[in-house]
C-alpha cells in the first residue's frame, strides 16, 4: 500500500519525518551556507549530529548555495517474495521524505531522497537533468557521518583493490593504532587519512548498534569512509580510478542509497532487510532456472600442501611461438584432470552435492607467472587431460552439475571481450553455474576493484550470465550492496577475508562472529564452510597453519553464514574420516521460508534458527569467539503442541579451537516450543542442530 501523505513548496525551515514505530526521527534542512544537512535521533536520544550532504565535481559543485524548493512525503507499506534467501517473504515498510534543492545556478538542481524504516535509514542523490550541462566529472561527495561520542568501532583498512582483511574492533580514538599494521597494504591509507571499509559496524555506549554501507551500487564507485578521529565523525570517501576521478556520470542520474541500520537489539542488525528493500526488484522474469545449491570443488587440495597446482605445465606460454598445450610437458600435478573430478562427481552423486566445481580446468594458467604481460585465459578451452565431453555426460547421468571456474587474473577488459563465447561454451556442455575470479591488478590499468568501471563491469557479468541463464558466485569483485534482490542469478560473492585464508595462518574463532554483522549485510558470501581437516600447510611452504574453528562449529555455519551457493569445502577423504558429523552437512538446506535470531553480540557469539523452506524441519546453528560460552537456544518458534526431534551435533567435552578441534558428539533428544536448550560451545566452537518433526 502507497500513502501519498503531503507535497509542499517551501522556502526554508528544517523539516522532521519519523520512521513508522517513531523511533527513528530524521530532520533534514539547509544550513547558512545553503548546504544541506540531516542529523537521525533514536528513541528520544540523538545518534547522528548535524551532517553535510552534497556532491562535487570539476564542472559544477552541488554542495552549497541551495534554497528548499518542495518536499514529497510519502509513507509505504508493502511485501515482496524473494526468489531464494533467509525469508519467505520481506515487508517494506517506511516512509520518504524528498528535499528538492535549486540554487541560483539553473544547473544546479539537486533531490535528496530519504527513507525512514523502523530499522535505520538509506537516502541517495537524484541529479535530475539540468538546464543547459547534464555532463559531470566526480571528483568527491560531501556526505557526512558524525556521531556524538568515542564509540566503539567493528571495521577493516579502507583499500581500493581488497576486502581481506581480519576485523579491528576499535574506537574513533584508537581507529590510527588499529590500522597501523595494515597501513602498508592499503591504498586509501596512501591519501593521508585513517580510511575504512564499510559495512562497517559501531556500538554507543548505551548500546545502539549501526551499520553503515550503502545500497544498489550502479554506475558508481563503492564507498569507503574517511575517519575524523578527533571529533568521532567520518564522511564519504569515493574510490577513483587512478587518474583521481571518481565517476563520468551523465543527467538524470541516482546516486547508491547511504545506509544506516540501527537497533538496541544486535539481533536486529543481522535480521534488517533495508539493504535489500533498497534496490530494484527482480528484473529476472523467468527464475525457474535459479537454482540453490550445496557444491563441492577440485580447489582446496592446491591451498593445502599436497603439492598441487592449477597450471597443467610449469612451462609458460608467454614464451615466443609457444601455443599449443599438446606439446607442453604435464606437470603430474595438475588436480583438473579428468579421473580425479570424476570421484568428485561421484562422491558429490552418493551424498546428494548437487555440483562440482573445477578449478585449473582451462587454458591458461601458465601465464600466471608472466601475467604481467598477458594474463589471458581461454574459457572455451579444456586442459588436454580434462576430457570435458565425458565428464559433461558423466556428471549428468550421476545427477550432478560441474560450476564453471572463470579466473581473470584481473583482466576484466579480456574478459568482457570473451563474455558470449565463454556462457555459450557453458550452455553447450550443461554448466548453469559460474564462479568468477579477480586476483590481481585490474586491466584496464587506470582501474581498480571497487572503482566505477569495475562497478560497471560487474553489473554488465551479471546481466549478460542472465541472458544465458547462468547463476554467478564472483570472487575479488566491488563487494555487495543488495543487487542480489534484482539479480538473483547473483548468489553468492566472496569479497572479504574468506576459509581459504584458514590454510594461511587461520581465521580467529571472532572471525565469523563479526562478518555476519558487516559483510553479509551487503549479500551472501562464499565464505566456503565445512573443514573437517583444521590442520594443514599451504601452498607447499611447509608452514603449519591451525584454522581457527572446532569441527562442529564449521557445521553451525551453515547456518550463522547463510548462502544459497554454499561450498562444501574440504577433501572427500577427511569426509570419509568423519561420517555421521558430515551427515549435517547433508542434511542443512540452502534456502529458508523464516529465520529468528536469538542471541547476538557483534565479534562474540551468533546464534541463529531457520526454517527449511521444502519441509517442516528448524536448524539451529550456535558459535561463539575465543571463549567458551553456554548458548540459550529458546525454542519458543516451533509450532505449540507438536513435537520434534532434535539431533545436536556439539562439541564434546574437553574441545577447543585450537588445542582439541575434533572432539565432537553427537546426541538425540525430544523438544517441543516450551523448551530452552543450556547448549555448551567450546573455546572457538559452536553447535549444529536438526529439528525434524516427528
Known amino acids: 500500500m502507497t500513502l501519498l501523505m503531503s507535497a509542499a513548496a517551501i522556502s526554508m525551515g528544517a523539516v522532521d519525518i519519523s520512521s513508522p514505530n517513531g523511533a527513528l526521527r530524521l530532520n533534514v534542512d539547509v544550513d547558512a551556507a545553503g ?5 537521525l535521533d533514536y528513541k528520544g536520544k540523538q545518534l547522528v549530529a548535524p551532517g553535510k550532504l552534497g556532491l562535487k565535481a570539476d564542472e559544477t559543485a552541488f554542495t552549497e548555495g541551495f534554497r528548499i524548493t518542495g518536499i514529497d512525503t510519502v509513507t509505504v507499506d508493502r511485501t515482496w517474495e524473494p526468489v531464494w534467501g533467509e525469508y519467505d517473504k520481506v515487508r517494506d515498510h517506511f516512509r520518504e521524505l524528498a528535499l528538492h534543492l535549486q540554487a541560483d545556478n539553473p544547473d544546479r538542481k539537486l533531490t535528496v531522497r530519504f527513507r525512514v524504516f523502523d530499522d535505520g535509514l538509506g537516502f541517495r542523490y537524484e541529479l535530475p537533468e539540468q538546464e543547459r550541462n547534464n555532463y559531470l566529472t566526480l571528483k568527491d561527495e560531501l556526505t557526512e557521518f558524525n556521531f556524538t561520542d568515542n564509540h566503539k568501532l567493528y571495521c577493516i583498512p ?29 591504498e586509501a591509507q596512501r591519501t593521508g587519512g585513517t580510511t575504512i571499509q564499510t559495512p ?30 578527533e571529533n568521532n565523525g567520518m564522511k564519504a570517501h569515493l574510490v577513483p580510478d587512478r587518474l583521481g576521478v571518481s565517476a563520468y556520470l551523465q543527467m538524470p542520474f541516482k546516486t547508491p542509497w547511504r545506509t544506516l541500520i540501527v537497533s538496541d537489539d544486535a539481533r536486529d542488525i543481522l535480521a534488517s532487510q533495508l539493504v535489500l528493500n533498497l534496490n530494484e526488484p527482480n528484473k529476472i522474469e523467468d527464475t525457474s532456472w535459479i537454482k540453490p545449491m550445496k557444491f563441492m570443488g577440485v580447489w582446496w587440495e592446491m591451498f593445502t600442501g599436497n603439492q598441487k597446482t592449477w597450471a597443467y605445465s610449469d612451462e609458460y606460454l608467454a614464451k615466443p611461438g ?16 579428468t579421473e580425479n573430478v570424476k570421484k568428485y562427481i561421484d562422491f558429490a552423486s552418493k551424498h546428494g552435492i548437487d555440483g562440482v566445481l573445477v578449478e585449473g580446468w582451462n587454458e591458461g594458467w601458465e601465464d600466471w607467472a608472466s601475467f604481467r604481460k598477458n594474463r589471458q585465459f581461454r574459457f572455451d578451452k579444456p586442459y588436454p587431460d580434462f576430457d570435458l565431453p565425458y565428464l559433461r555426460d558423466y556428471a549428468k ?3 550432478v552439475k560441474l560450476i564453471m571456474h572463470h579466473e581473470t587474473a584481473a583482466n576484466a577488459a579480456d574478459y568482457e571481450l570473451q563474455l558470449d563465447s565463454a556462457f555459450r561454451f557453458m550452455k553447450d556442455n550443461n554448466y548453469d553455474a559460474v564462479k568468477t575470479g579477480y586476483v590481481g591488478a585490474i586491466i584496464p590499468r587506470s582501474e581498480h576493484h571497487t572503482s566505477q568501471w569495475m562497478v560497471d563491469h560487474a553489473r554488465h557479468v551479471i546481466e549478460k550470465a542472465a541472458d544465458y541463464k547462468i547463476m554467478v558466485d564472483s570472487h575479488e569483485a566491488p563487494r555487495p550492496t543488495g543487487l542480489c534482490r534484482t539479480y538473483p542469478n547473483w548468489l553468492a560473492q566472496e569479497s572479504a577475508r574468506g576459509g581459504e585464508f584458514e590454510s594461511m595462518g587461520g581465521n580467529p574463532p571472532s572471525h ?17 564452510p565445512g573443514l573437517f581437516e583444521t590442520r594443514m600447510s599451504y601452498y607447499n611452504e611447509g608452514k603449519d597453519s591451525q584454522a581457527g574453528t572446532t569441527l562442529a562449529r564449521q557445521l553451525a555455519l551453515y547456518l550463522t553464514m547463510p548462502s544459497p551457493m554454499q561450498m562444501v569445502c574440504d577433501l572427500p577423504e577427511n569426509y570419509d574420516r568423519f561420517p555421521d558429523a558430515f551427515q549435517f552437512i547433508k542434511d542443512v ?18 546464534t541463529v534458527a531457520r526454517k527449511d523452506k521444502n519441509s517442516d524441519n528448524w536448524f539451529v546453528g550456535a558459535i561463539t569467539d575465543e571463549n567458551p560460552r553456554t548458548a540459550t537456544i529458546d525454542l519458543s518458534f516451533l509450532p505449540k503442541g507438536e513435537k520434534f526431534e532434535a539431533t545436536i551435533y556439539e562439541d564434546a567435552p574437553g574441545a577447543h579451537w585450537k588445542d582439541n578441534p575434533q572432539a565432537y558428539r553427537i546426541r538425540k533428544v525430544d523438544v517441543d516450543s516450551r523448551k530452552k536448550l543450556k547448549q555448551p560451545l567450546a573455546a572457538g566452537g559452536g553447535s549444529a542442530i536438526m529439528l525434524r518433526k516427528k
Open 200 to 229: 562497517m559496524l559501531l556500538k554507543t555506549p548505551d548500546s545502539v548498534y549501526v551499520n553503515i554501507h550503502e545500497a544498489a551500487l550502479d554506475g558508481y564507485p563503492a564507498m569507503l569512509l574517511d575517519v575524523d578521529t
Open 512 to 528: 565469523t562472529c563479526i562478518l555476519p554483522f558487516t559483510r553479509l549485510k551487503g549479500g551472501p558470501m562464499d565464505y566456503t
Open 322 to 337: 609457444v601455443t599449443d598445450y599438446s606439446k607442453l610437458k604435464p606437470n603430474g600435478r595438475h588436480p583438473a584432470n
Open 35 to 39: 548546504t544541506p544537512v540531516y542529523s
Open 158 to 186: 579502507g583499500d581500493y583493490d581488497t576486502d581481506e582483511y581480519l576485523w579491528s574492533e576499535t574506537t574513533f580514538s584508537e581507529l590510527p593504532q588499529a590500522l597501523g599494521n595494515y597501513r602498508r597494504h592499503s
Open 589 to 606: 538446506p540452502v534456502d529458508w521460508s523464516d529465520s529468528k535470531y536469538l542471541e547476538a553480540e557483534p565479534n562474540r557469539y551468533i
Open 397 to 399: 547421468e550421476k545427477g
